[in-house]
């Protein structure tokens, strides 16, 4: 399992179609995969694991989401005040 992630991230491009968000606005697909990259790092960091998988999470929201956005979300996580579930 763990080549064939680490072969979809050699291969990664852009963010790939998820028929979650098939609308042409991406907002809501910014924030989910922001929210699964950061709820998969702290998974994994719980168990011990490398977060090697989480990678791919964080590529497509770095792909979908502009910098301001990150940043805010970023800034607010580390004062405690995010509103999403991590």
Not at 44 to 72: D, M, N
Request: hydrophobic share 30%; aromatic share 16%.
């Amino acid at each position: 399992m763990a080549e064939d992630i680490n072969t979809k991230l050699a291969r990664y491009k852009t963010a790939p179609f998820d028929s979650r968000f098939p609308n042409q606005n991406q907002t809501r697909n910014c924030w989910q995969n922001y929210l699964d990259f950061h709820r998969c790092q702290k998974a994994l960091a719980a168990k011990g694991a490398e977060p090697g998988p989480c990678q791919w999470y964080y590529r497509v929201y770095k792909s979908l989401c502009p910098t301001s956005w990150v940043t805010t979300w970023d800034e607010a996580r580390a004062e405690g005040t995010f509103p999403g579930k991590i």
